[in-house]
């Protein structure tokens, strides 16, 4: 596969995507849609790779959708081509994947970070939804998102105003799971990559089936679904090799069956 816009490589069982648009701050236009959309679903479908990583630069995660490339476009031209729809297919991705975001992930950058399983941030780190102040509004499943991360009183203040949030504000909200120093964002980011890596795949996937639905269902609905799941791990030879493991000792070996 090659790929203009993003950078893709594999380190043992993860892969490592890189934003690469540094002229324009890593903005997403729809050529980087379209790698995304490849790289991906090269990964899902990878039995080898467990975990990816999504990154940008030091200076930007990514600085939003392109701006340039969206300037001259008509209301025909993005509701009939159903404009960002094709990022429906990166959060289709069923295996887990973490975004590592060091400075501006802003508009569609903040977006494309939370639609991952997992934000580590940079001390650099700034988040926003500055879409307002193009006259628009998010566009990426942004207002969303965002209420569902941090809650309506901080998502409705950030979307109507424009404000950046800092990596420390984004911990305590809830945005992030993590803020580690700038020089070690990605190792850091690697390094909780591997260790989703290590997991039985098929309970890995589960899990992230399980938490994704607890914004789709009631409680009473997903504790049900997640029963389910739970007791379909029982037809898994990793649920048998888990089990076997703890008792004798040992780490599990598994096989993803
Ligand atoms: N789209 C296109 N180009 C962008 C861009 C974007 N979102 N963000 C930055 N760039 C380009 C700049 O135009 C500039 O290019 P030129 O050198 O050709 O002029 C280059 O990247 C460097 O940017 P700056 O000179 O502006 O860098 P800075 O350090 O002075 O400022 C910044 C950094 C505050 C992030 C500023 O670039 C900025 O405000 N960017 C736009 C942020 C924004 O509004 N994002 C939302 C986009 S809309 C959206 O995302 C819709 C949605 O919901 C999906």
Partial sequence: MSFETILVETRGAVTLVRLNRPQALNALNSQVLGELITAFAAYDADASQRCLVITGSEKAFAAGADIKEMSTQSFADMYGGNFFAGYDHVTATRKPWIAAVSGFALGGGCELAMMADIIIAAENAKFGQPEIKLGVTPGMGGSQRLVRAIGKAKAMEMCLTGRMMDAAEAERSGLVARVVPTDQLLDEALKLAETIAGMAPLAAIAVKEEV??????????????????????FGSADQKEGMAAFVEKRPGNWTGK
């Fill in 212 to 233: 994704d639905a607890a914004f789709e269902m009631t409680l009473k609905e997903g504790v049900r679904f997640e029963r389910r799941l739970f007791h379909s791990l």
